[in-house]
């Protein structure tokens, strides 16, 4: 199994573009569009949700009065 050519990558997208439709092929483009950028914001809000509770925590660490001996 070898890697694809420009020209195996342009006959499939020839054969899809005729099977489906530029419409089909147009929203399907569309959702997955949707996808990826849902996909980056939820990765995005992931991260910010783990440094900001790694920022309360490393603010946790500084021990009470009452810890004192």
């Known amino acids: 199994m070898g890697s ?3 020209m195996h990558i342009l006959v499939v997208a020839i054969v899809v573009l005729v099977l489906f439709g530029k419409g089909k092929v147009s929203s399907l483009m ?4 949707k996808g990826i950028s849902s ?6 809000d ?3 949700e783990l ?4 920022a309360e925590a490393a603010r946790d660490v500084t021990p009470n009065e ?3 001996v």
């Open 51 to 54: 440094e900001r509770e790694a």
């Open 66 to 68: 009452k810890d004192k």
């Open 4 to 6: 694809f050519s420009f």
């Open 30 to 33: 569309g959702e997955v569009g």
């Open 39 to 44: 996909f980056k914001k939820g990765v995005s």
């Open 46 to 48: 992931g991260t910010a």
